[in-house]
């Protein structure tokens, strides 16, 4: 069951670069950049489960921890009214929510 963890977010992790290499080739750069941020928020909590050597548990406890920031940038963004980075601090949230769904799964199976 862990070793899909690892597997999923390595499957994550090269569907955004795919997706930002085809966006790119298109002259999309910010819809590009977006994708880059996904990957990089998959490669976060892939590097999260390695050092903790697979303890899924740990991993959702981080997946509670590690996204406070990028919401309190997110509020910060909004108050401020700064769209662009109130847009990519959701695209982070986001992306953990799909991780957060993910392990979620993975406990029920």
Known sequence: MQGEFLTWCEQRINECLEQQRILSADERGDE???????ANVYGIFLSVYKALKGDLTQVRQRLDSIPRAWEESLRLAEAHGDAEKAHIERIKLETVQAIRHYAA?????
Not at 32 to 38: G, L, S
Not at 105 to 109: A, I, Q, R
């Open 32 to 38: 590009a950049r977006f994708m880059q941020i996904r």
């Open 105 to 109: 799964n993975l406990e029920e199976n």
